[in-house]
């Protein structure tokens, strides 16, 4: 992404309604500061775990793509995922000892990639929808109940915390 200064302004952007623009401005945000915190890293890096029970870079990226796809399914279909869904993200949203078999060895540009693919269907997902559609309840989790603005906002929140693990990844790498 390029040095955009738009980025600390949090307002409104062409071609979403008001408060959906306000929404894309701070998923802007959040998504500039984690590909400034991966720049540069290798598969080595990427696939560095501090120990058997951790989560490496690379399963967290993956981790973020899964969980905002899922959100994409719960929020702008307004529907559970199916079972061949399911089989499809379980890996990067439930960071077990699949995930912990199953992503590594891949590169930066793989990582981005998906994020980034992911990013542009919600984008365009949120063209169409208006701030009225923000406010709709729907179930979420077990038993709770909440708007789509919230399911929007943990997305960013859980992407927030995950890039805090990769700080502290970072700062153990031994490769």
């Given amino acids: 992404m390029k040095n955009d200064h738009s980025l600390c302004l949090i307002g409104e952007k062409e071609g979403f309604t008001p408060e ?17 915190e991966i720049k540069g890293l290798t598969i080595e890096q990427l696939d560095f775990k501090l120990d058997e029970k951790g989560n490496s870079i690379g399963m967290l990226l993956q981790h973020m793509a899964a969980t905002e796809k899922a959100f994409q399914i719960m929020t702008f ?18 960071l077990d000892e699949r995930a912990k078999r199953e992503v590594h060895g891949h590169d930066l540009d ?6 980034g693919f992911v990013r542009a269907q919600t984008r365009d997902e949120f063209r169409k929808k208006d701030d009225d559609w923000l406010e709709g309840v729907t179930p ?22 995950h890039r805090g693990q990769i700080r502290l990844i970072k700062r153990r790498l031994t490769t």
């Fill in 20 to 36: 959906i623009g306000r929404l894309i401005s701070m998923m802007d945000y959040v998504r500039h500061t984690t590909e400034e």
């Fill in 140 to 161: 979420f989790g077990w038993d709770e109940r909440a708007n789509h603005y919230f399911k929007w906002f943990h997305v960013m929140e859980d992407e927030i915390s």
């Fill in 110 to 115: 793989y990582y981005w990639s998906e994020l």
């Fill in 77 to 94: 279909e307004e529907r559970e995922m199916n079972d061949a869904e399911w089989n499809e993200l379980s890996v990067g949203l439930n």
